[in-house]
Each structure stands twice: as C-alpha cells, then as structure tokens.
C-alpha cells in the first residue's frame, strides 16, 4: 500500500489561486479535482491521501474536510487557521465539529512567504502552535533555507507537537549546492519532534538537472538525517506536474528509496505518514 501524503485541490471559479503568476506556472491556471487524481492515484498503487492546504483564507479549510468525508482517498487533511488569532484553540475544535471534522490531522501556514525569517517564535505563533499541539494536530512547515534554523527552536520549545517539514525545506537544488541547507535539515532533524516529507524535489530542480543523480544528494541527506521512520512520501501534485507525471514523481521517489530494506520502504511510502497523520486504513 502507498500513501501521498502531499497534494491539493482547487477550482478556480470558486476562488483565484494567487500563487500562479508568471508563464512559468501558468500550466496551473486551471481546476485540479480530487476526481482528476484519483485515477492516476489508483493506477500507481496509491489508496491513501493527504490533501494539504493552499492558500491562507479560512473557508478552503471547512471544503476540504467535507471533500475528505465524501471521497475515500482523501484520508487526512492539513488545513490552514490563523495561528495568531486569540482563540485559535476555539476555531480548532470548530473545525474538528464540521462535517468531516475527523479528517483535520495538521495545520499549515504558508511560512515561506513570511519576510521574518523567526516569524514561528513570535509569542502570538508560539501560543497558535501551543494549541495545535493541545488539540493533537501536527503542523506542516512550508519554508525556504533561511527560515530552517527558527524550525529547529520551534520545535525545541514545542516538544509536544510534530513538526512535519515539507518539500525538504526547499534545498537548492537547481544550483546542485547542498550547503547551508543541508547542515540547517541536520539540526532539525536532531529534534525528535520532526519529520519530513520526501516530495517537491522534482519542481525545485533545474530541467537539466532532474535525473535520479541529480536529486540522490538531496534525498540521502533527509535518509540520513530523519531516517525512513521520520521520512514520507508526498507527491506535491499538481505542482509536480510543472516537471512530471504523477508516475513518474512516485517512480522517482521509488529510485532514491530502492537501497533502503523491505521495511524501510514500507515507513516511507506508509507507515510513517499513516503514524504521524493519525490516519485510518484503507477500507479497499
């Protein structure tokens, strides 16, 4: 069994995307349904998902838990609630009395576009991530390089909550440089409070540089420093799609992985996400 435990939805006619700009992401301008992934999804053996947030307005949150309650793939969601409003532990558990309410596993904040680079140990984020961390949710960390060092303090003061890092925390690897990110990764992963999932690689490199060689640095080094019970799959699609199929991102996580035993390989495209999300079992 394999679990995506990375990937989003949206309909444009029910609320713009600003993210998309530019003619390099303009093959994103349109809808992406959970029912144009399931096939493909079905097809590479998938029968779990996670689908992940994307943009910081508070009713995508309530649409995604009830897609979660009518579609069997989605097994778990990672929502969005503003981390600083005073009664953040209140909105949780209104989420969580939703229709589809069982399904918010995590809470995620697009981090990565905040100009403060210590903007998670501001005291108003800290007493947000308190609350998640009371209401049993984990949080998604979707940063850049620079921000990883303030990851590593979030999660020494929040010892109780899971700190889930996306996409590898963004390494470098279009310039196939490794460092400071790599060292920054080590000192997160040091936190036995972290996990990271194995997802966005493909859409952070340059097209000349996608091959399997090319993203092995990167890969070993979350191996190395998370090991594959710390480590999980995510396909980030559609965003993939700007570099490849969903095939082909799941084959190409299969290559980084294949040196790793039967097991080890079972924690990385199951169990480790099926732990850290709380996640029911496929009933298929």
Not at 184 to 191: C, I
Request: proline letters at 6%.
């Amino acid at each position: 069994m394999t679990v995506d435990a990375h990937h989003h939805v949206w309909d444009l006619s029910v609320r713009d995307q600003d993210w998309i700009t530019g003619p390099e992401l303009s093959a994103l301008r349109r809808d992406f349904t959970i029912a144009d992934l399931a096939s493909q999804a079905r097809a590479a053996g998938v029968e779990r998902t996670v689908l992940v947030q994307t943009v910081t307005v508070a009713e995508e949150t309530p649409e995604f838990l009830a897609l979660a309650e009518t579609h069997a793939l989605v097994a778990g969601v990672v929502g969005w609630v503003d981390l600083t409003r005073p009664d953040v532990a209140d909105e949780l558990a209104r989420l969580r009395a939703l229709p589809g309410g069982r399904y918010l596993k995590g809470v995620r904040h697009q981090v990565q576009s905040e100009p403060d680079p210590r903007w998670l140990l501001r005291a108003d984020v800290g007493r947000g991530l308190a609350a998640v961390a009371d209401a049993g949710l984990v949080y998604d960390l979707v940063v850049v390089p620079r921000q990883l060092p303030a990851c590593a303090e979030a999660a020494a003061l929040h010892p109780g909550l899971t700190f889930v890092l996306d996409h590898l925390g963004k390494p470098p690897v279009a310039s196939g440089g490794t460092e400071p990110w790599a060292g920054a990764v080590r000192a997160l992963a040091a936190r036995p409070n972290t996990v990271c999932k194995l997802s966005g690689l493909l859409t952070e490199a340059d097209p000349a540089r996608r091959t399997t060689a090319d993203l092995r640095p990167y890969a070993d080094t979350v191996l190395d420093a998370f090991g594959p019970q710390r480590l999980m799959f995510g396909s980030d699609w559609p965003v993939c799609t700007l570099a490849a199929s969903y095939p082909d991102v799941l084959t190409t996580a299969r290559r980084l992985t294949a040196a790793l035993g039967e097991h080890e390989r079972a924690a990385v495209f199951d169990g480790t996400a099926t732990r850290v999300y709380g996640l029911a079992q496929s009933s298929s």
